[in-house]
């Protein structure tokens, strides 16, 4: 990893202890965020704006921690890459942050 994509890697982590994500989601949620892999299917919808199925598929812990994905969302997560099935599907096929080799 370079670098700058380390430095990215950090400061999003940083972001998500912060508002409390829990700490076994925010691998998962920063290779999305930086190379678009593809979420399971609570982060999913998360990333997609779909509280009824984020809550729905929710683990005991995640399903207390909405709102931290919220604040997370709205104050930590680039603007293109959450909010529809669209900007999700766009997000993953650009190769996120950092876009496809």
């Known amino acids: 990893m370079d670098e700058e994509k380390e430095k990215m890697k950090n400061y ?23 190379d678009g892999v593809s979420a399971g299917g609570f982060l999913k919808a998360v990333i997609k704006n779909n509280l009824v199925d984020a809550y729905g598929t929710a683990d005991h812990i995640n399903g207390n921690c909405i709102r931290a994905y919220a604040d997370f969302l709205y104050n930590g997560m680039p603007v293109m890459a959450w909010g529809s099935q669209e900007k999700y599907e766009k997000w993953i096929n650009h190769g996120g942050m950092y876009g496809k080799k």
């Open 12 to 34: 999003y982590l940083g972001k998500m202890e912060a508002v409390g994500i829990p700490e076994h989601m925010r691998e998962g949620l920063t290779n999305y965020i930086l």
